[in-house]
């Protein structure tokens, strides 16, 4: 067990839907990674937090966004959903900015637009 | 800039043989680097990491990579190959500043042949 958590682990939903995907990060981590893993594109960066303050940004597609709270969960808000957004979305948390300590990660929710 | 490539998609090998997965960099900064092992229908775990300190570093189930800086590579060895090692795994360089983002290579799939 990672300590990160993600909500849910499965969602199916139509085109043109809103879905929001949550994580929790480890105890005491400051830092969320948001990755999107799909067959064709492998594991993409899409955006970081860090203390609940955007701190970069990768390939998200502007129909996404992303939030974290004070209480450091973060929040992934996925709209106008497409076909091509069906994939395993990850989460992970570190405990600081830099890339000396490795990032944990969540199990992934596994979003299917039909 | 950061990168990371995986030069092999698929490594096939027979259980008790040797594990060779091969990983090249590029990076503007001193380099951290990553394993990460994925199951199927799994989470990424942490194998092991290289943050400047011994070259050659170990990690958990037996597996190693050392650090060659001036062939920019850090591949992932195994002296014995077992069924449970088969899985996905991914190859990640981070940075100590600037492109700290950790960045994944395409991942190579390690198949175990009894």
């Known amino acids: 067990d990672s300590g990160v958590t993600q909500t849910p682990k499965h969602l199916i939903t139509a085109t043109g839907q809103r879905v929001t995907l949550r994580c929790s990060p480890r105890s005491g981590d400051l830092s969320v990674y948001w990755y999107q893993q799909s067959l064709d594109q492998g594991l993409q960066f899409l955006i970081q937090?860090?203390?609940?303050?955007?701190?970069a940004k990768g390939n998200i597609l502007e129909r996404f966004s992303a939030q974290q709270f004070p209480d450091l969960h973060s929040e992934l808000n996925l709209s106008s959903l497409e076909l091509g957004d069906s994939a395993l979305y990850f989460c992970a948390s570190s405990v600081g900015l830099t890339g000396l300590t490795e990032a944990f990660f969540g199990q992934g929710t596994r979003l299917t637009v039909v | 800039a950061q990168s990371v490539t995986q030069l092999d998609s698929h490594v096939s090998v027979s259980e008790g043989t040797p594990v060779l997965l091969r990983c090249n960099y590029s990076s503007s900064y001193s380099p951290s680097l990553f394993w990460y092992v994925q199951h199927p229908n799994k989470g990424l775990q942490l194998l092991l990491k290289y943050t400047s300190a011994a070259t050659l570093v170990k990690g958990i189930n037996g597996f190693e990579a050392e650090f060659k800086k001036s062939e920019t590579s850090f591949h992932l060895t195994k002296p014995s190959a077992h069924m449970s090692d088969a899985a996905e795994y991914f190859c990640v360089v981070s940075g100590p500043r600037g492109s700290y983002i950790p960045t994944f290579g395409r991942g190579t799939s390690l198949i175990v042949h009894p």
């Open positions: 937090y860090y203390n609940g303050e955007e701190r």
